[in-house]
């Protein structure tokens, strides 16, 4: 008699997730564990549901969550601002944007948050135990509004804050993905036709037995490297990519270095200087309006600069306002900032309103990102159709000109 109740105590139990109707009419969902979807529909019975569907939970090993981004973040911002300047307090401002949004880790992390409010915890702690989601900025400029009585005030401008970072950010991104992706396209192409292409060319010239054109055998030389060599190719580039990727973080001498490189670049240099200017002045006109002490604002700004050279500058700029230097002066020996910004930053400190004047600097750059951005997207496009024209066609030429010759000859 005991055999059967063992054999039960040792199936493995799924979870199944199931709809159905109670005797009442009312339909009622649920989750619940069992072996199989007979058991799991007998149980249901049982208890007075008609189960409509009964469907088995995905195992947890090939469920992936969802990564919180930072438009995510942006997206929360905006509507727990609009919720807070509608009187709903902070817990039931949670409970109902979290319901409502659409990706399950950012409910799980607002549930947290939550539960540590309703705890006793003020909120600008409450976001601070999650650093990844919420920066030392963000809960700076939370922590401001709880302590000045305008929660809501400050979580406008944070909303604001946030999204307009994350329009330039988006800018900049899809003006380098078409020329990134038409760039990684035409290696792979290139790569295919110099291992599998070219070696067959290579075989019915081989049959003419004549001298082959200077060119065709160049083509046909880096043709075999690539077919002897393809393996170490492909694993240097991603290598080198793992390389510079994993470095990039750990190290700040190559964060300096490479962001240098970056800022000195053709084009790219310019959008993105005008970029980490723009977040520059965005940031600090947040933090300044929020009443944040300006050596404390300084110190969030560095961090959200977004680019290493900025960075240090900025820390340069902090000790120097610590000690009792002007912004404006402070700001012109580091070198990084165009006069104009400098100029507006003077304007704001003799007239007691920085805050506007640094949100004026930030609109007039984040303007000329656009258009930067705009500009570069027509120019790449020519350009890296010539350069793709060129280099199949430099392939196409090398592989007939054999066969010209011969022709000629014949």
């Not at 310019?270 to 110190?299: C, N, Y």
């Amino acid at each position: 008699m005991a055999q059967p109740a063992a054999q039960t105590a040792k199936t493995k139990l799924s979870t199944f997730n199931w709809e159905g109707v109670d005797k009442k009419g009312r339909r009622l969902k649920g989750e619940t564990q069992g072996i199989s979807v007979a058991y799991v529909n007998a149980v249901l019975r049982r208890q007075g549901i008609n189960p409509l569907k009964v469907r088995k939970q995905a195992s947890a090993l090939f469920k992936r969550k969802r990564r919180i981004t930072p438009k995510d973040v942006s997206i929360f911002t905006r509507q727990f601002a609009t919720m807070i300047q509608s009187g709903i307090p902070i817990v039931q401002s949670f409970e109902i944007v979290g319901k409502g949004h659409d990706n399950p880790s950012m409910q799980e992390l607002l549930a947290s948050i939550r539960q540590d409010i309703e705890s006793g915890t003020n909120l600008s702690t409450a976001l601070g135990k999650h650093p990844l989601q919420f920066d030392a900025l963000y809960c700076n400029l939370v922590a401001a509004g709880e302590q000045a009585g305008i929660l809501d005030t400050i979580l406008e401008k944070v909303a604001t804050y946030k999204e307009k970072v994350e329009a330039i950010k988006g800018k900049i991104k899809s003006a380098l993905f078409y020329p990134s992706a038409v760039i990684v396209v035409a290696f792979v192409i290139t790569a295919i036709l110099m291992i599998f292409v070219i070696p067959e060319f290579s075989n019915l010239f081989k049959s003419f037995g004549a001298e082959l054109p200077a060119l065709t055998l160049l083509v046909i030389h880096i043709s075999n490297i690539f077919r002897s060599y393809w393996w170490a190719i492909f694993g240097g580039l991603i290598g080198a990519i793992f390389f510079f990727g994993y470095s990039y973080k750990r190290s700040v001498k190559m964060q300096h270095t490479l962001d240098r490189m970056i800022l000195r670049a053709p084009v790219v240099g310019q959008i993105v200087k005008k970029a980490t200017i723009a977040r520059f002045a965005r940031t600090l006109a947040t933090m300044f309006a929020a009443g944040v002490p300006l050596v404390e604002s300084l110190e969030a700004v560095a961090g959200a600069a977004g680019n290493r050279v900025y960075y240090d500058g900025i820390v340069d700029i902090k000790a120097e306002v610590s000690t009792g230097s002007q912004l404006q002066s402070s700001m012109e020996h580091t070198g990084l900032f165009p006069n104009m910004v400098i100029q507006m930053v003077a304007i704001g400190e003799e007239s007691g309103e920085l805050d506007a004047m640094l949100g004026k600097v930030a609109d007039f750059y984040e303007e000329e990102v656009d258009n930067a951005v705009d500009s570069l997207s027509s120019l790449m496009e020519p350009v890296i159709m010539v350069v793709l024209g060129v280099i199949v066609g430099t392939l196409v030429i090398a592989m007939y000109l054999p066969i010209f010759k011969l022709a000629s000859v014949v």
